[in-house]
């Protein structure tokens, strides 16, 4: 069993930065792989970034550039760095957590981001 808390959401001007976090917890695990994704109305829900044991990282290409995942392995909590943020970056962004041990994935409640012009 595995919760997910996120953090950092909000609203923002075109250009500005935001810093989403998001802490795993539970018993007995070890993170394979966490990933942000989004959802904006009308649209399914997309990956942005993700990040796997070991380190290595895939990005949407919209993203590309502009934002950077990241994790802290001790506190088992993953991090999104966005800068350069457009309009179009607005949507509902989950965590989403893969365990090694998976038989399901997890994921957060969502956090909005609000990117003004």
């Known amino acids: 069993q595995v919760q997910l808390e996120e953090s950092g959401g909000g609203l923002v001007q075109a250009g500005g930065s935001l810093r989403l976090s998001c802490a795993a917890s539970?018993?007995?695990?070890?993170?394979?792989?966490m990933g942000w994704y989004r959802q904006a109305p009308g649209r399914q829900r997309e990956l942005v970034a993700a990040?796997?044991?070991?380190?290595?990282?895939n990005y949407a290409d919209s993203v590309k550039g502009r934002f950077t995942i990241s994790i802290d392995s001790a506190k088992n909590t993953v991090y999104l760095q966005m800068n350069s943020l457009k309009p179009e970056d607005t949507a509902v962004y989950y965590c989403n957590c893969v365990p090694l041990t998976a038989r399901r994935d997890y994921w957060g409640q969502g956090t909005q981001v609000t990117v003004s012009s």
């Open positions: 990040i796997y044991r070991g380190g290595s990282t």
């Open positions: 539970g018993s007995d695990f070890t993170i394979a792989r």
